[in-house]
């Protein structure tokens, strides 16, 4: 099973907002095996904002082009996610799964947790 989690940095420490993330970690089972770079990381959400409406069908479009990268995956473990993002994932056909803070600092964590049927 391929699994993304929203990360900060290599440290796998969990983005709170997944649009905003710096990275996608990507586990097969519970194995770590990429950190894919999210397009939309190096601009910041009021520029992001900017650039046009923030919802409607362009700004899902924009959700969709981050999500290309991840697509492969059957799972995303999040914190938090908007609607526009949200739609995105789904019509990729990720499942959706919400964690909480206490759930765990890192992807790894999670996922192991996940896993083991904690989250369903």
């Known amino acids: 099973m391929r699994i993304a989690v929203p990360v900060e940095d290599d440290d796998l420490v969990i983005?709170?907002?997944t649009?905003?993330?710096e990275f996608f970690?990507?586990?097969?089972?519970e194995k770590f095996v990429d950190l894919i770079p999210n397009p939309k990381h190096?601009?910041?959400h009021g520029e992001h904002s900017h650039n046009h409406e923030h919802s409607g069908e362009a700004h899902t479009n924009?959700?969709?082009n981050q999500v290309k990268?991840?697509?492969e995956c059957e799972v995303i473990i999040v914190r938090m996610v908007?609607?526009?993002?949200s739609d995105a994932l789904e019509e990729a056909g990720l499942e959706i799964i919400m964690v909480h803070q206490e759930d765990g600092e890192t992807a790894d964590v999670?996922?192991?947790k996940y896993l083991a049927g904690e989250f369903r």
């Open 62 to 64: 924009e959700h969709r």
């Open 25 to 29: 970690a990507i586990f097969e089972d």
């Open 69 to 71: 990268g991840i697509d």
């Open 110 to 112: 999670v996922v192991k």
């Open 15 to 17: 983005e709170t907002r």
């Open 19 to 21: 649009g905003q993330a």
């Open 82 to 85: 908007g609607q526009n993002m």
């Open 42 to 44: 190096s601009h910041s």
